[in-house]
C-alpha cells in the first residue's frame, strides 16, 4: 500500500509539473505576436524592420515574429485566416474589406503617400501617358494588392476601360525587374529601392511618382494614407495591452525616422536590402522618407481620399456605405507617450 500511495503521488507531481510545463509553453506562444509585411525590403515598410532591429518590441516586451510576404492581398488573406495578428500593409485593404463585411482597422498610420512609382519600360516610347496603357500588361505585385488598386484607378481617371488593361502579378525587387526586362510587363508599379535599380540602368522612366504629397495629391486627389500596421477589430478589442505596446514601438520608430538621415537609417536595416547599392538606398531614402508620419496618427483627409480612388473602379464598393471611423483608430498613438 506505501509503495502503490507512493506511486500514485509520483504520478500525480509528473502530472502536475507536465501540465505546468504545457501552461508556460502555452502562454508563451499566446504571448508571440507574428506580424506579417507585404515585402519588408522595400523601403515603405521600412518601420517594420528597423522596430526590430532598434529594439524597440524587446522594449515594449513583446515577442514579434515578422514574417515576409512580397504581395499585399495575399499577407491580407494571412490576417483574415488566423494565421497572424497584424499586417503593416496598405490602409485601403481596410476600406475595401469592410466593403465585403470584414472589419480590420489600421493601429498605426507609417506613410502618408503612398511611396509608388508607375515605371514604363524604356523598350516602349510609345508609352507617354497612363492613356497609352491602352493593351498593354502591367506588372503589379498581386491580384487585388495595392498597386492593383493604383494601377486601376489611374487607367479609369484617363479613360480607359478595365478591360483595355492587364494586370499581372510579378512581385517586386528581382522578379519585378526580371519581368520588365522580358518584356512580360511594358510598364508597372513598384517602390524603392526597385525604382533606383531600374532606373539607374536605364530600363525604365518614370511616368507617375506618388513618393512624395505633392504628386501624391496631383495624381490621387488629396493625401493618400498608405503603409500602416492594421489589425481585425476584435483581436485590438481583446487585446488592448498588446495593442498599445505596439503602438509605443513603431511611434518611437516614427520619430527615428524622422529625426535620423537616410545613412543613419539605412546602417541599422539589413545589408542584403541595399542590393549591392548602399548609396542608391541612401539617396532613394533621403529623397522619400518625409512620406512618414511623425506620431502614427492617421491624416484627417486622408481615408476620404482612399475611398474616393477605390469607388473610381471598383464596383463592389460604389454602392456600399463605407463607415470610414471603423476603418481606423488613433486610441493607441495617442496614448504613447
Not at 63 to 79: F, R, T, Y
Not at 288 to 297: E, H, I, L, P, R
Request: net charge negative; proline share 3%.
Amino acid at each position: 500500500m506505501r509503495i502503490a500511495r507512493g506511486l500514485i503521488h509520483t504520478i500525480a507531481f509528473s502530472v502536475l509539473v507536465a501540465g505546468t510545463s504545457f501552461g508556460v509553453r502555452a502562454a508563451s506562444a499566446a504571448d508571440k505576436i507574428t506580424l506579417m509585411v507585404g515585402g519588408y525590403e522595400k523601403q515603405i515598410y521600412l518601420p517594420a524592420k528597423l522596430a526590430e532591429s532598434l529594439g524597440y518590441f524587446k522594449d515594449e516586451g513583446l515577442d514579434v515574429e515578422l514574417l515576409n510576404e512580397p504581395a499585399g492581398v495575399d499577407a491580407e488573406n494571412q490576417l483574415l485566416a488566423g494565421a497572424v495578428q497584424g499586417v503593416v500593409g496598405f490602409y485601403d485593404h481596410c476600406i475595401d474589406l469592410q466593403g465585403k463585411g470584414k472589419f480590420v482597422e489600421s493601429v498605426v498610420q507609417f506613410s502618408q503617400a503612398p511611396g509608388e512609382v508607375e515605371l514604363v519600360s524604356t523598350k516602349h516610347a510609345e508609352i507617354k501617358s497612363v492613356a497609352d496603357f491602352k493593351g498593354k500588361s502591367l506588372g503589379v505585385t498581386g491580384l487585388g494588392s495595392s498597386t492593383n488598386f493604383l494601377t486601376q484607378y489611374l487607367a479609369v481617371k484617363n479613360g480607359l476601360d478595365l478591360s483595355e488593361i492587364t494586370s499581372v502579378p510579378v512581385g517586386a525587387g528581382a522578379t519585378f525587374i526580371a519581368a520588365m526586362q522580358q518584356d512580360k510587363i511594358q510598364a508597372g508599379m513598384t517602390t524603392e529601392p526597385t525604382i533606383t535599380r531600374l532606373l539607374k540602368t536605364g530600363e525604365a522612366s518614370i511616368l507617375v511618382d506618388m513618393r512624395t504629397m505633392e504628386n501624391t495629391r496631383a495624381a490621387l486627389g488629396g493625401t493618400y494614407p498608405a503603409a500602416s500596421l492594421y489589425m481585425e477589430t476584435s483581436w485590438v478589442e481583446e487585446h488592448k495591452d498588446e495593442a498599445q505596446k505596439l503602438a509605443n514601438a513603431f511611434v518611437k520608430t516614427l520619430k527615428f525616422i524622422n529625426t535620423h538621415s537616410g545613412a543613419e537609417i539605412t546602417e541599422k536595416m539589413p545589408k542584403d536590402f541595399y542590393v549591392s547599392d548602399k548609396d542608391g538606398y541612401i539617396k532613394a531614402l533621403d529623397g522619400g522618407k518625409a512620406m512618414f508620419t511623425a506620431d502614427g496618427v492617421m491624416p484627417k483627409d486622408g481615408p476620404e481620399t482612399v475611398l474616393a480612388v477605390l469607388k473610381g473602379f471598383s464596383k463592389s464598393l460604389k454602392d456600399k456605405q463605407i463607415d470610414l471611423s471603423k476603418t481606423y483608430t488613433t486610441e493607441f498613438v495617442q496614448n504613447v507617450k
